[in-house]
C-alpha cells in the first residue's frame, strides 16, 4: 500500500492542526496504523496508533489529551488532530502501515515500534512556534 500524508504546517503555540494519511492501491481496512514523527537530529519516535479495527488506539505521554488517532476506512484515510501545539511537537510528521489481517484474530491490535510497520508515507512538516 502507498501511502501519502499532508496536512503539515505552521502554527502557534496552542494552536492546532489536523494531518490526514490517504492510501494508495490498496484498501486501509486490513491494516494497523500509525504515526510516528522525527525532529532535526533525533530519531524517529511514536506519536499513535490505531488498531485495523479502530476500536483500540494508544499515544506516547507527551501528546495524551492533546492528539488524537482515528480512521475512516471508507475513504481510505487516516487522521492525526493534534490541539495544543507546543513548540516540542515540531517535526516531520509520517503516517505508517502494518498488514494486520481480516479476520477477527488481533484487530484490536496496535503497534508501537518503527520496526512493526512496512509501509511509510513520505512525511509532513509540523512547525510550531512560540
Known amino acids: 500500500v502507498q501511502l501519502q500524508a499532508f496536512g503539515g504546517g505552521l502554527v502557534q503555540a496552542g494552536g492546532l492542526l489536523r494531518l490526514f494519511c490517504e492510501a494508495f492501491g490498496r484498501t486501509f481496512s486490513p491494516y494497523a496504523l500509525g504515526w510516528f514523527r522525527q525532529a532535526p537530529g533525533l530519531e524517529r519516535e511514536f506519536v499513535a496508533a490505531i488498531s485495523r479495527s479502530g476500536d483500540a488506539t494508544y499515544y506516547t505521554d507527551s501528546v495524551k489529551g492533546r492528539f488524537t488517532i482515528s480512521r475512516d476506512d471508507a475513504k481510505n484515510t487516516l487522521y492525526l488532530k493534534m490541539n495544543s501545539l507546543k513548540p516540542e511537537d515540531t517535526a516531520v510528521y509520517y503516517c505508517?502501515?502494518?498488514?494486520?489481517?481480516?479476520?477477527?484474530?488481533?484487530?484490536?491490535?496496535?503497534?508501537?515500534?518503527?520496526?512493526?510497520?512496512?509501509?511509510w508515507g513520505q512525511g509532513t512538516q509540523v512547525t510550531v512556534s512560540s
Open positions: 505508517a502501515a502494518r498488514y494486520s489481517g481480516t479476520t477477527d484474530y488481533r484487530s484490536n491490535s496496535y503497534y508501537t515500534g518503527k520496526d512493526d510497520y512496512l509501509y
